[in-house]
């Protein structure tokens, strides 16, 4: 295959999509692509997963074959590819004989970049589409949602299994297997399945900054999603439910409250649920009320808010489903209700009959999801963690890091909690143990409890905080519980301890802060051009009948409103236009922007639109090579040892430590392989709780001597990335 150089793969890029820089490890992907060679990428949902093939699609001759498991997603994908003037196409059971007749017609005249395929259209016992597919001459394999192929996976789809031909057929036709969940079996899996075992894996960060997520007991669940969506009418979202029923009970609501709902599972007609999806696609509807049987692969780039009305039955799972908010990189929210109910509703799903080894792995990723909802952390930290992925302890953007934080004593309120454990004989879960303290007439308490010491001893706190102190308890391991349906709370050593007097039991309380993420102070522009933006895109994806993000996504949109360009020059620095959409969509959007400017006196800012590379780096620059800090970091980038550098430069260790803290905000030195991961959270954490204005001396009193001076000033400068 041909050599790219960087400089015309970027061309390509601002050409044919409109953006100038490549994203997470897009670049690497398509050159490992090019090259000729086998790709499985991971990358977080909305991370540009569908550029690491289309853009090669554009490069390589001849066309691109792309195996994807929905009808809705190939129509989707196929719809922005011909909005940005390229040639593609599906084949799948939508269409007529004529229509699929006309698509292979126009694919073996070379008429066709890129060909969306269903799994099932290639069987492994048939030679006809594999002979359809040699006479193409195929130059690349894009293998969509790759997890599907994987058992170990969250939504295995056995048509899958028989993609390894395409490999078997084709040896020397590159493969790009792309995921944006995968956990390392499953990886694995992927690998093998798809028999490309020499593939180059490429792992992207998978955090997403824009999305806020909060966790919410589940309690006047309905009240509270109403609340919400009330004050984000204009938004749209998606509300996960568990049940069917559940999806037509709370649409019914929100549509009574005038909001514009549907809900959306696999019991509807195959014509219902399109109809339903497309309305959502082009804002007609506004929320969508689903079970998990909606989303896979949806591209809608404008989704606010994703809120779970009952708990995922996988950390995957709800990765995945929470990504599909702002796709557009705005600032979006994930909210899920949880109750500990869900979880024991779930376990009996997770039991495949006949298949112990599959039920292990799936009651094992229902604890973690468990783990996730009870913990006492930060929600961005357990994901990116359970994906491999160190990060920090405090993002500033999920519902433990936005609460204010403060260390009580915690003991008395515990050994309440543990004497009634012991008096009911350790037999009854958090829910009981709750309603004993604070003296229910609940039916379902036993005579005899009530006529315990601890019958009511513990009505002076609401359940909300005896349920927070239960799941902290638990989540630090100063109680037990059994592995059973009834989850019945167990005391152990730690426990016993505390119940005897002989520990104090300390915890850091958090106090709960509203939903304020989506605010978009960041973003200054006029209302009614942004109003007139809206409208004149619009009417151009009513015209060519596809979803108005299609046309061009929010984001760009945001930025024509913030920057007012007022030429076809300065408006190919938008992002998002490339020549295409420039030429086809140009004129329409400036027409606007350049009567609104006149009518209301507004300068153009396009002398402030700054590229993305170039404004990433908020923090302060390290210092320029040649001088002391430089000569500690080029030793540490050869890869000497913090004490190997001091003994060589005659300096302390601190002043190497202090010379290496300069450049962990640029991220030119990995924080995690100065100080463990451990001890970068505890730091984390006795800064948000001593205060911002606490001073290293304050921090090294508080944390002992377990932890240099060194190690904290480290995790400052880290900590400064973060707030």
């Given at each position: ?10 061309q ?38 569908s550029?690491?093939?289309q853009?090669?699609?554009m490069?390589?001759?001849?066309i691109?074959i ?6 809705a ?17 599906f084949?799948?059971?939508?269409q ?8 292979i ?9 890129l ?9 492994a ?12 001459n195929?130059?690349l ?31 020397t ?7 944006a ?31 806020s ?6 309690q006047?669940?309905?009240a ?20 069917r ?6 649409a ?23 109809r ?7 804002d ?21 808010f ?12 709800y ?49 973690k ?28 953007s ?10 009580r004593d ?17 037999r009854?879960g ?26 009511g001893?513990?009505?002076?706190l ?12 638990l ?38 802060q ?6 978009e ?28 993000y ?7 949109l ?6 007012l ?7 190919k ?5 490339g ?26 800012r ?9 404004k ?32 060589q ?24 392989k ?42 400052m ?7």
């Open positions: 295959m041909a050599n790219y150089s960087k400089e015309r793969l970027h390509a890029l601002k050409h044919f999509f409109g953006y100038d820089n490549f994203r997470l490890d897009q670049l690497s992907v398509i050159e490992t692509v090019l090259a000729g060679k086998d790709v499985m990428g991971i990358m977080p949902t909305g991370g540009g997963k550029i690491c093939y853009l090669p699609a490069l390589l001759p001849g691109t792309v195996v994807s498991p929905l009808i997603l190939m129509k989707d994908q196929v719809d922005s590819l011909l909005a940005n003037g390229i040639h593609a196409a084949l799948n059971s939508s007529s004989a004529d229509e699929q007749r006309e698509v017609m126009q694919a073996q005249l070379g008429n066709i970049k060909l969306y395929i269903a799994p099932e259209r290639i069987p016992n048939s030679s006809a589409f594999i002979d359809f597919l040699r006479r193409l195929p130059s394999f894009a293998i969509d949602e790759a997890h599907c192929i994987s058992s170990w996976g969250h939504d295995f789809r056995p048509e899958y299994l028989k993609l390894a031909i395409l490999k078997q057929c084709f040896p036709t590159p493969v790009i297997a792309l995921t969940s995968a956990d390392k079996l499953t990886q694995d899996d992927i690998v093998r399945k798809l028999d490309i075992p020499t593939a180059k894996v490429y792992i992207s960060s998978f955090n997403r900054p824009n999305i997520y909060y966790i919410r007991p589940k006047n669940t309905m509270r999603i109403a609340e919400y969506i009330m004050k984000h009418k204009n938004d749209c979202g998606i509300i996960y439910t568990l049940s029923s559940s999806t037509e009970e709370i019914g609501k929100l549509h009574a409250m005038g909001v514009k709902t549907a809900y959306y599972h696999a019991g509807l007609e195959a014509t219902e649920r399109s339903v999806q497309e309305a959502f696609q082009k007609d509807i506004k929320v969508i009320v689903a079970t998990i049987a909606f989303g896979m692969g949806i591209d809608k780039s404008n989704v606010r994703v809120i779970h009305h009952d708990v995922p039955k996988n950390i995957e799972g990765y995945q489903e929470t990504g599909r908010a702002g796709r557009d990189g705005l600032k979006s929210d994930a909210i899920l209700f949880y109750s500990r109910g869900d979880i024991m509703k779930l376990k009996k799903f997770a039991v495949v009959e006949g298949n112990a080894e599959q039920t292990a792995v799936s009651m094992n990723k229902l604890k999801i468990e783990q996730f909802c009870e913990s006492d952390t930060c929600r961005r930290q357990y994901l990116m963690q359970y994906f491999g992925e160190p990060f920090p302890a405090y993002c500033g999920c519902d433990y890091c936005l609460s204010s934080l403060e260390e915690a003991t008395v309120d515990a050994q309440k909690f543990l004497s009634a454990i012991v008096r009911t004989g350790e009854y958090v829910g009981y143990i709750i309603d004993i303290l604070r003296g229910s007439n609940n039916e379902k308490i036993q005579p005899a409890h009530k006529q315990l010491k601890t019958y001893v513990g009505k002076d609401k359940r909300e905080e005896w349920q927070w102190l239960a799941q902290q308890m989540s630090n391991g100063y109680m037990d519980r059994a592995e059973d349906q009834y989850a019945a709370l167990l005391l152990n050593d730690k426990s016993k301890a505390i119940l005897k007097g002989e520990t104090k039991l300390m915890l850091v309380m958090q106090k709960e509203k939903i304020s993420a989506m605010e102070d960041e973003y200054s522009y006029d209302e009614q051009l942004m109003k007139e933006l809206k409208s004149v895109r619009h009417e151009m994806a009513d015209r060519e009948h596809v979803p108005a299609n046309i061009v996504p929010d984001n760009t945001v930025e024509l409103a913030m920057y360009p007022q030429s076809f020059d300065d408006m620095q938008i992002a998002g236009i020549d295409y959409k420039l030429g086809k969509y140009g004129g329409a959007f400036l027409a606007v922007i350049q009567r609104i400017t006149n009518e209301k006196h507004l300068e153009s396009m002398h402030l639109k700054v590229p993305k590379t170039a990433k780096s908020t923090t302060e620059k390290a210092p320029a090579t040649g001088n002391t800090f430089a000569t500690t970091l080029n030793m540490y980038k050869q890869g000497l040892g913090m004490e190997e550098i001091a003994q430069r005659s300096l302390s260790l601190s002043t190497v430590e202090g010379h290496l803290a300069k450049y962990v905000p640029t991220g030119e030195v990995d924080i995690f100065l100080v463990s991961p451990y001890k970068v959270d505890k730091i984390i954490a006795t800064i948000r709780i001593a205060g911002a204005t606490a001073g290293l001396r304050d921090l090294k009193e508080r944390l002992g001597d377990d932890y240099s001076y060194g190690e904290i000033r480290l995790v400068e880290y900590n400064k990335v973060f707030k």
